[in-house]
């Protein structure tokens, strides 16, 4: 099935710090996603992307949907303690309204 | 609105015995998802639901199954529980398509098979 490969696994930073995260795939995406899960819940969508070279931001988050449609990007600056979480990146391919792949996320960890 | 409303919250089974995970949402959104979470492996789709009496495969169904009678509910049914089904699922909703309409998830139910 699609991969998409998501990197860095988990990242340790302290409070103030910038943040970058990716996904690269083989395949190419219509549409990116990026999504933050906290503790205990599920997933909540934080940006979405749908053209290439899309760049897009929300407060302290933007996110860029790469030019050859295989990538996407998440930066987060300036963070703080409430950052922490699981962050996912996912990709809808044409055809396929229904399916997301997603990437195996990202652990971040902000020490105050 | 309470949103994506999963039950229970935790459950233990032993090998061979089934449960249903609930799944409600409130939004009338047509297209309901069930997804499982299993550490590091990010989320695989079990079973997906377009609309009220339509069903269709995920990537990862065997061992599941479910049904969509009414457009708020979409439960999952595990027959014969089995180790490997130890994971956390989630139960989602969408008003479109993934792509198009964002996903709206539950908070999730941990099961673990022994």
């Known amino acids: 099935g699609q991969q998409l490969n998501q990197s860095p696994q988990s990242m340790f930073i302290q409070e103030g710090e910038d943040v970058s995260m990716n996904c690269t795939s083989s395949s190419i995406f219509n549409t990116w996603l990026w999504y933050k899960q906290e503790p205990g819940e599920g997933p909540v969508l934080l940006i979405a992307l749908y053209k290439a070279g899309e760049l897009t931001s929300n407060g302290r988050l933007t996110a860029q949907f790469g030019i050859t449609r295989k990538d996407s990007f998440l930066n987060i600056s300036a963070s703080i303690p409430s950052d922490v979480g699981i962050y996912f990146c996912?990709?809808?391919?044409?055809?396929?309204?229904?399916?997301?792949?997603f990437g195996k996320g990202t652990l971040l960890t902000v020490n105050p | 609105n309470a949103g994506v409303t999963q039950t229970p919250k935790f459950r233990i089974l032993k090998i061979g015995q089934s449960m249903t995970l609930q799944c409600a949402q409130d939004m009338n959104h047509n297209y309901m998802y069930w997804y499982r979470q299993d550490p590091g492996m990010g989320l695989k789709l079990i079973y997906y639901?377009?609309?009220?009496?339509?069903?269709d495969k995920g990537e990862v169904p065997n061992g599941y199954n479910v049904s969509r009678s009414t457009t708020e509910d979409f439960p999952l049914r595990l027959e014969l529980a089995a180790p490997s089904q130890t994971s956390v699922y989630f139960c989602?909703?969408?008003?479109?398509?993934?792509?198009?309409?964002?996903?709206?998830f539950g908070n999730g139910t941990r099961l673990t098979v022994t």
């Open positions: 996912a990709g809808q391919r044409g055809g396929s309204n229904y399916k997301l792949t």
């Open positions: 639901s377009v609309g009220a009496g339509i069903t």
């Open positions: 989602a909703s969408s008003y479109e398509g993934q792509g198009i309409s964002p996903l709206h």
